[in-house]
């Protein structure tokens, strides 16, 4: 009897945090969604009076648009980043998505970009995507430590593809864009993409310390959580460089 209690009392406890980190998500990607429209008026205005950001131009740091759209994004992120210490990244990550489609309806009506076919049937499948890779999100692993989370860090799988991850965003930057940057857009969403992986991971590990540092077993006298942190600070300043460039 006392097991089927303590069984029923860590699923309600599992189906509270998920609800709490779906919830965040949604908020997250709504302000995300947003701000991409509010920087992008910032950047075409700035771009109107001087170089353009995708030709190295730093102009939009004197739009209070941009700005506006900064601190809207901070906020997303924050929402973001709390939602991972609450729900597992499984679930989290895919609710992303749902910002491209506020975007993309923003888009329609504030930067007068039409939605067309082809739009709408991406927006659906974001939708869809996202809908299947929740319903069907596994239990997150419970963890204790940050020791632990560095030690699935340094599988060597987990290392192999970080390696591979670095080694494509370093050729997309050292090659492709200085020669096709200008011209096609896939160069930048590849760095912001790839790179995000890695930001999403190095997230969760520093979410998933605050969480245990807050229940009392403290985090931060531990080397691992501070590399996580500097990880994820490098992977967000250079998406933020290479997503004004879009």
Same mark, same amino acid.
């Given at each position: 009897m006392a #097991?089927s209690?303590v @069984?029923e009392a860590?699923?309600? /406890?599992?189906? #509270?945090? +998920?609800?709490k980190?779906?919830i965040? %998500?949604?908020v997250s990607? #709504?302000? @995300?969604g947003?701000?991409f429209?509010i920087k992008?008026?910032?950047l075409?205005r700035? !771009? ?8 190295? !131009? ?8 941009w700005?506006v ?9 924050l %929402? +973001?980043?709390v ?11 895919? *609710?992303?998505?749902l ?6 309806v923003?888009?329609h009506f504030?930067?007068k970009?039409?939605?067309r076919?082809m739009?709408?049937v991406?927006c659906?499948?974001c939708?869809? !995507?996202? /809908?299947l890779i929740?319903?069907h999100a596994?239990?997150?692993?419970? *963890?204790?430590?940050?020791e632990?989370?560095?030690e699935l ?7 192999l593809?970080?390696?591979?991850a670095? %080694?494509?965003?370093?050729?997309l930057?050292?090659?492709?864009e200085?020669?096709?940057g200008q011209? +096609? ?12 992986? *890695? ?8 979410g998933?310390?605050?969480? *245990? ?7 931060a !006298?531990s080397?691992? /959580?501070w590399?996580?942190?500097m990880v994820a600070?490098?992977?967000?300043? /250079?998406q ?5 460039k879009?």
């Amino acid at each position: 009897m006392a #097991a089927s209690l303590v @069984i029923e009392a860590s699923v309600s /406890t599992s189906f #509270a945090d +998920n609800l709490k980190g779906f919830i965040l %998500a949604l908020v997250s990607s #709504a302000f @995300i969604g947003s701000s991409f429209i509010i920087k992008k008026l910032g950047l075409q205005r700035a !771009g109107a009076s001087g170089p353009r950001a995708s030709s190295g !131009g730093y102009g939009y740091l004197k739009e209070p648009f941009w700005w506006v759209g900064m601190v809207t994004m901070i906020v997303g992120e924050l %929402a +973001n980043f709390v939602a991972y210490m609450f729900a597992p990244a499984v679930l989290v990550t895919p *609710l992303g998505a749902l910002s491209i489609i506020v975007s993309a309806v923003l888009a329609h009506f504030f930067l007068k970009e039409k939605l067309r076919k082809m739009g709408i049937v991406g927006c659906v499948l974001c939708i869809v !995507g996202s /809908t299947l890779i929740v319903l069907h999100a596994p239990s997150e692993l419970s *963890l204790s430590s940050v020791e632990e989370i560095w030690e699935l860090a340094t599988q060597p799988v987990f290392l192999l593809y970080t390696a591979s991850a670095i %080694a494509v965003v370093l050729v997309l930057i050292l090659y492709c864009e200085p020669r096709f940057g200008q011209t +096609n857009i896939l160069v930048y969403i590849g760095v912001c993409s790839i790179i995000g992986s *890695l930001t999403v991971m190095s997230i969760k590990a520093v979410g998933i310390a605050i969480k *245990l540092t807050l229940e009392g077993s403290s985090q931060a !006298g531990s080397f691992q /959580t501070w590399v996580f942190v500097m990880v994820a600070i490098t992977c967000i300043i /250079t998406q933020l460089n290479y997503l004004n460039k879009f």
